[in-house]
């Protein structure tokens, strides 16, 4: 059974661009959570889907926003890169609502 | 802010038990206590979950407090591998409760 996808892997980015992350849930999965993880803030969470609904938010700025299909996969956004920005994107996914997540590998996005 | 406290590090020599400890003290009814690890440079692996029981599974055992209060993960027989940052997390079961990530323990297992 495939465990979590995330693409890319690894990404480089200017100021002020904006990028798109991709994670695919283990099969069967319909909830999908994403986490920026920095050195100085350790593992934040962004925002949480559930049957291509966000169920919740961390506390993140606007500009980190992201969806899920149909299909249970999701992306998510981030608009006008700042250098803080640079950190390892982890996605996990679950079963249902009172399951354990299962997390991917990250995007290692670096912003320069 | 996280809901959980745990000692910033610990060591454990090879082949011996290692006991990781969490306080919780704000825990409520329906919240679980999970934990987690993270190996370098990987996504978090997880370890195990529980309500108030305790509970065992092929990895490790995880003995919550009558008071549900504090918790302690065990691994029974720690080697190399487990060298990682452990983080204990308290959640309630919903997509609506939000999962806070504290600094966690990061444990060294010394040969």
């Known amino acids: 059974k495939a465990g979590v996808t995330q693409t890319p892997r690894y990404l480089i980015k200017t100021r002020g661009q904006q990028v798109t992350l991709s994670c695919s849930p283990i099969s069967g999965h319909r909830s999908v959570s994403w986490y920026q993880q920095t050195p100085g803030q350790g593992l934040q969470f962004l925002f949480e889907?559930?049957?291509?609904?966000?169920?919740n938010k961390g506390n993140f700025p606007g500009r980190f926003s992201g969806r899920q299909f149909s299909n249970s996969r999701s992306e998510m956004n981030v608009s006008t890169l700042e250098l803080g920005d640079s950190a390892l994107y982890l996605c996990a996914s679950r079963v249902d609502q009172d399951t354990e997540a299962f997390f991917g590998q990250g995007t290692r996005l670096t912003v320069v | 802010d996280a809901k959980t406290t745990q000692p910033p590090s610990m060591d454990c020599a090879e082949g011996r038990a290692a006991n990781l400890p969490c306080n919780h003290s704000t825990i409520s009814g329906n919240e679980y206590v999970y934990w987690y690890r993270q190996i370098h440079s990987q996504g978090p692996q997880y370890i195990i979950h529980g309500l108030k029981n305790n509970e065992t599974n092929e990895m490790a055992s995880l003995i919550i407090t009558e008071d549900r209060k504090s918790s302690t993960l065990i691994l029974p027989h720690a080697t190399l591998r487990d060298t990682a940052v452990y983080y204990c997390?308290?959640?309630?079961?919903?997509?609506?409760?939000?999962?806070?990530f504290g600094p966690g323990t990061s444990l060294s297992v010394i040969p």
């Open positions: 889907y559930f049957s291509e609904t966000q169920r």
């Open positions: 997390i308290v959640r309630g079961k919903t997509s609506y409760d939000k999962v806070i």
